[in-house]
Nanobody
Framework: QVQLVDSGGGLVQAGGSLRLSCAPS????????MAWFRQSPGKWREFVAG????????AYTDSVKGRFTISRDNAKNTVYLQMTSLKPEDTAVYYC????????????WGQGTQVTVSA
């Protein structure tokens, strides 16, 4: 059973930066695409960014394009979300997730890491 351990959240002022990390407990290789979601109180969990392990193809939700960068380090088996120019509306719990390329289901989730952006 693979476990995702996400970390790196914290409190930052608007305009600041944070880097989130996600480390699967096992190798997922090309069987999964990795993604970051976020959820703030009273809102649905929303997709933020995704990346394929092999080719590193990325996708972003419009609200973070140009500010967030998702990347992966295959040697360290870790996925990152570099967040810059943070805004108060980015405040949320951020979750790492692994999506099966076969079923498109999100089979594994991290425990979540809180990001709080103060005005």
């Amino acid at each position: 059973q693979v476990q995702l351990v996400d970390s790196g959240g914290g409190l930052v002022q608007a305009g600041g930066s944070l880097r989130l990390s996600c480390a699967p407990s096992g190798r997922l290789f090309d069987s999964y695409t990795m993604a970051w979601f976020r959820q703030s109180p009273g809102k649905w969990r929303e997709f933020v960014a995704g990346i394929t392990w092999s080719a590193g193809v990325t996708a972003y939700t419009d609200s973070v394009k140009g500010r967030f960068t998702i990347s992966r380090d295959n040697a360290k088996n870790t996925v990152y979300l570099q967040m810059t120019s943070l805004k108060p509306e980015d405040t949320a719990v951020y979750y790492c997730a692994a999506q099966s390329v076969a079923t498109y289901g999100y089979d594994y989730w991290g425990q979540g890491t809180q990001v709080t952006v103060s005005a």
